[in-house]
T-cell receptor
């Protein structure tokens, strides 16, 4: 089944403790992206990647890192999480061709206390 | 990023039609999309329209695009309680970026 898999689904952590949210897609998509969703703010793009080793900042990149060492994986790294990073995070992938929109993962709800 | 604006809330009765509106700002958008998010779930692609089209119909869904006014709408015919969700419009610029609106919460009452 074609899908984007994120882990974990839920995570509670403390301020300053480094964490990684993993994302993997099995569709051989070139493009991958991370979004955060906050009430009243909709979805905002954090980082995106156009191919292996090619990443770029989205609208809200501060406090986040990403890497794209393999085509299928695009982890989101919070080196020193803060409470304002409490949010619902979505990973998404796209072939980037034709009509393709993004296929989204199920989301990771992160709480930083 | 570019702005995509949507009304935040819409309430309809079961069996009525729902119309969710969206405005966008970037005239270079290639495709425009409608996504649906049910509670506790990710975003599901509902439908799309290419920027050189005026209308697209897909079963109960009708998308209208007014490119001059940069206005997009999604009409759901015979709305059901299962259609209750948040609906996002999004514009695609280039190959890699989707810019989303804040979402419209549709509440369908019996």
């Amino acid at each position: 089944e074609a899908q984007v898999t994120q882990n974990p689904r839920y995570l509670i952590t403390v301020t300053g403790k480094k964490l990684t949210v993993t994302c993997s897609q099995n569709m051989n998509h070139e493009y991958m992206s991370w979004y955060r969703q906050d009430p009243g703010l909709g979805l905002r793009q954090i980082y995106y990647s156009m191919n292996v080793e090619v990443t770029d900042k989205g609208d809200v990149p501060e406090g986040y890192k990403v890497s794209r060492k393999e085509k299928r994986n695009f982890p989101l790294i919070l080196e020193s999480p803060s409470p304002n990073q409490t949010s619902l995070y979505f990973c998404a992938s796209s072939s980037g061709t034709g009509v393709s929109g993004y296929t989204f993962g199920s989301g990771t709800r992160l709480t930083v206390v | 990023g570019e702005d995509v604006e949507q009304s935040l809330f819409l309430s309809v009765r079961e069996g009525d039609s729902s119309v969710i509106n969206c405005t966008y700002t970037d005239s270079s958008s290639t495709y425009l999309y409608w996504y649906k998010q049910e509670p506790g779930a990710g975003l599901q692609l509902l439908t799309y329209i290419f920027s050189n089209m005026d209308m697209k119909q897909d079963q109960r869904l009708t998308v209208l695009l007014n490119k001059k006014d940069k206005h997009l709408s999604l009409r759901i015919a015979d709305t059901q309680t299962g259609d209750s969700a948040i609906y996002f419009c999004a514009e695609r610029i280039g190959y890699s970026t989707l810019t989303f609106g804040k979402g419209t919460m549709l509440l369908v009452s019996p």
